[in-house]
């Protein structure tokens, strides 16, 4: 018996509006003895909106996983309960290597979201999305007095930024991924969606093969991978179908969750 769905929100339980559809807004409100997990790439801050529509807003003994995994926190006053974050040389490397290739660059910290170097396009993209504060210089004073959770690099040429991963060479210093058909994301090594499920297994005492993922694109591929049961939306990438067990009919605008059930559960 299942007793856990973890899944992806932008692309997966959110639509093209970024919200979830009336229907598996129903049937999530309506779930018993299933745990409900979204686990996102984004700030768990972000996330409050989302957690409002589905009836787990500052609920206690429910559960989020973001920042790729770094941090996992119980909704009831977003108690951090585990947490994995970078040093300050990984910031002032990455910075580096940011600068030089003139990117938009997201550094996810403990107490905000900065912005360096935003372009139009990606101003556009998050509206309505995420909360940020774009900054015009870059500073290592800026940051030293702050923790560092990831750092995320922004274009619109995927083909460029699978490319610079692979120039880069930094596979085994850092957790990287590819997100969002545009973002190029850097966590701490070890550190996963798929790590974190398994670590919110472990603490709510629950077998990771009575558990559900549900994702779309390569950030969620770790995750998809530890469940004990993964499943693709309809428009996940190909590379991400062909490592799940199941891919639905439904993509991201059409009740994804609401097909899960009835199919599964």
């Known amino acids: 018996m299942y007793r856990?769905?973890?899944t992806d929100l932008d692309q997966t339980l959110l639509n093209v509006d970024h919200h979830v559809s009336q229907e598996d807004i129903d049937t999530i409100r309506h779930l018993k003895d299933?745990?409900?997990v979204p686990a996102s790439g984004r700030d768990f801050r972000s996330l409050q909106g989302?957690?409002?529509?589905?009836g787990l807003?500052?609920?206690e003994n429910s559960y989020v996983i973001s920042y790729n995994g770094s941090i996992i926190t119980e909704n009831k006053g977003n108690r951090i309960i585990f947490s994995e974050y970078m040093c300050h040389e990984d910031l002032l490397r990455l910075l580096e290597i940011g600068k030089k290739e003139n990117l938009c660059i997201h550094f996810y910290m403990s107490d905000d979201i900065y912005i360096w170097n935003i372009y139009e396009e990606e101003t556009a993209y998050l509206k309505g999305h995420m909360a940020y504060r774009e900054i015009d210089t870059l500073s290592a004073d800026f940051f030293k007095d702050k923790q560092l959770i990831k750092v995320l690099f922004a274009r619109d040429d995927m083909d460029y930024l699978m490319k610079l991963r692979k120039d880069l060479d930094l596979e085994e210093e850092y957790e990287i991924s590819l997100s969002s058909s545009h973002y190029l994301e850097f966590n701490k090594k070890g550190v996963s969606k798929g790590q974190a499920l398994k670590k919110l297994c472990e603490i709510l005492e629950i077998d990771i093969r009575d558990s559900i993922a549900i994702g779309d694109s390569i950030n969620d591929l770790t995750m998809l991978k530890m469940a004990g049961f993964s499943i693709a939306v309809a428009n996940a990438s190909e590379e991400i179908k062909k490592d799940c067990d199941a891919v639905l009919d439904a993509d991201h605008n059409h009740?994804?969750?609401t097909e899960i059930v009835r199919k599964y559960l």
Do not use: N
């Open 34 to 36: 299933v745990r409900f």
């Open 255 to 257: 009740s994804p969750i």
């Open 57 to 59: 807003y500052d609920q």
């Open 4 to 6: 856990l769905i973890a």
């Open 50 to 54: 989302t957690l409002k529509e589905i």
